[in-house]
């Protein structure tokens, strides 16, 4: 039975329009592979980190996802998350 999950994304700041439509249109396509309904995507903006950096950034854009799924099809997109080289961290909530 799908639950719902909301995934937050910080990317790295430097990436242009066309990169970040891509890496977003990329990380949709693989969430409808595994069987993920209901996927909303939100852009939350560039926020500064508080007093720390990531990989060397100081500042991330924050994405936002909404979508309903399996488990087995969070674990799956998270592991694609953890390789990709533009997204400085993630983290999955389960909703409701």
């Known amino acids: 039975m799908p639950r719902a999950y909301e995934?937050?994304?910080?990317?790295r700041p430097d990436l242009s329009d066309e990169p970040l439509e891509q890496l977003l249109s990329s990380q949709e396509a693989i969430l409808r592979e595994n069987g993920?309904?209901?996927?909303?995507?939100?852009?939350?903006?560039?926020?500064?980190?508080?007093?720390?950096?990531?990989?060397k950034?100081?500042?991330?854009?924050?994405?936002?996802?909404?979508?309903?799924?399996?488990p087995n099809a969070v674990a799956a997109w998270e592991k694609n998350l953890r390789?990709?080289?533009?997204?400085?961290?993630?983290?999955?909530l389960r909703v409701g």
């Open 7 to 11: 995934t937050m994304l910080i990317v």
């Open 36 to 55: 993920v309904t209901h996927v909303e995507i939100t852009n939350r903006g560039k926020r500064r980190f508080a007093g720390f950096e990531m990989k």
């Open 57 to 70: 950034f100081k500042e991330g854009l924050y994405i936002q996802f909404n979508y309903e799924a399996e």
């Open 83 to 92: 390789i990709n080289e533009s997204v400085l961290r993630h983290m999955t």
